[in-house]
């Protein structure tokens, strides 16, 4: 839900409140690394020795218990807890048999969003280990959590950015922290878990990097502003990062956007691509990097134009691509970290070249307005 905002709390012109959030992330990252650096130790340590690991968010918040999932299943190894990410919404409708032996990670920006306090009251209730990933000043119900682990002051835009890179920081230290305690986990193709534990820092630099060539961004938004519909696509653990773009799309520009997988955009989903459509790909190195280049291929033959996130020094992609945008070397592990961020400003500077203002949720639209008083989050 939106923040309630005063009227002088409003801001009518560039740069919003979106922006400012957005441009902080590096500092937000580099600050959870050093704030966190040892309070994630005793809670990596108590989550090892659970039998099950559940993430459950909402929105955003799901998103980003999607892309830690692929880290936690990563340090935790064969020998570490069995990790499962749930919708809050779900986790409350189905529950989960939880015990003593389970521990439950409710990852929940302002902590007031029924479904995650709801979830996490439940879980505390059933004697599960409970941890809340919040903000610094959270909602009093989120407090019930056994452990919370606060990220940054609740953001004033309602187009969630540093709250979901700052959360994912907090997350990432706390998966590498419990690979140390289980000690299971296997090499990836290239690096070890202690040499991806490394690489965790370098992320604040890489991202000061991406947002440090913005205007590319901002020529890319206006370059594809009158596109009709929005799809983005990516793998792994850059499956949510289509999501949360396709969610911050809507938010703010309440175009028409879609996340997908990069496989399950092709079972279906392609058949209504066209030439009105802007497809992006978010397309590090990776197993989906082969099904991204088939896709710049097919929308190129329905002339749909492609705008690829692409690794530096690319030699593939960026000649099927309509538009790109190059980011530095990082391992795809942890790419969404700064993959995210130029389709956060992608976002932003679609909503201002159509004319939309990023930070009220559609408040202002007296419709969407009359609408959200028939429901509450």
């Known amino acids: 839900m939106a923040q309630q905002q005063d009227a002088r709390d409003v801001r009518q012109g560039h740069p919003y409140f979106m922006y400012d959030a957005i441009m902080r992330q ?54 570490g807890p069995v990790i499962e990410v749930r919708h809050s919404f779900e986790f409350c409708a189905y529950p989960p048999p939880l015990d003593v032996d389970d521990g439950v990670i409710v990852i929940s920006h302002r902590g007031t969003k029924t479904y995650s306090f709801l979830a996490l009251e439940m879980a505390k209730s059933s004697g599960a280990y409970t941890v809340a990933v919040t903000s610094t000043d959270p909602g009093p119900r989120i407090a019930v959590a ?77 370059r594809f502003q009158s596109r009709e519909r929005f799809i983005c696509a990516g793998w792994g653990p850059n499956t949510a990062s289509a999501y949360e773009v396709a969610l911050k799309i809507k938010e703010t520009s309440a175009c028409d956007s879609e996340g997908l997988q990069i496989e399950q955009l092709l079972h279906g989903p392609f058949c209504s691509v066209d030439e009105k459509c802007l497809v992006t790909l978010v397309a590090p190195p990776g197993p989906g990097y082969e099904r991204a280049m088939n896709v710049s291929r097919a929308a190129n033959a329905v002339g749909a134009p492609v705008w690829g996130l692409l690794q530096e020094g690319d030699a593939l992609l960026s000649g099927l691509a309509t538009d790109q945008f190059t980011l530095p070397p990082v391992p795809e592990f942890w790419s969404p970290l700064i993959y995210v961020l130029p389709l956060q400003l992608f976002t932003y500077y679609l909503a201002l070249s159509r004319g939309a203002h990023p930070d009220l949720f559609q408040q202002n639209n007296p419709r969407q307005a009359a609408a959200r008083r028939h429901y509450e989050l």
């Open 146 to 222: 056994d452990t919370q682990l606060q990220t940054v002051g609740q953001e004033r835009s309602a187009a969630f950015t540093i709250s979901y890179t700052a959360g994912l920081t907090v997350m990432g230290m706390l998966a590498a922290a419990m690979g140390g305690w289980t000690d299971q986990s296997g090499p990836t193709s290239d690096q070890s878990p202690a040499q991806l534990r490394a690489r965790l820092d370098e992320i604040p630099a890489a991202a000061e990097q991406v947002l440090a060539r913005q205007a590319e961004i901002q020529r890319a938004a206006r």
């Open 26 to 79: 590096p500092e937000a990252m580099e600050d959870m690394l050093v704030k966190h650096a040892n309070t994630v130790q005793p809670v990596a340590a108590e989550l090892a020795r659970k039998r099950r690991v559940y993430l459950v968010g909402i929105g955003t918040s799901w998103h980003a218990g999607l892309v830690a999932g692929h880290w936690f299943r990563k340090f935790a190894g064969a020998g």
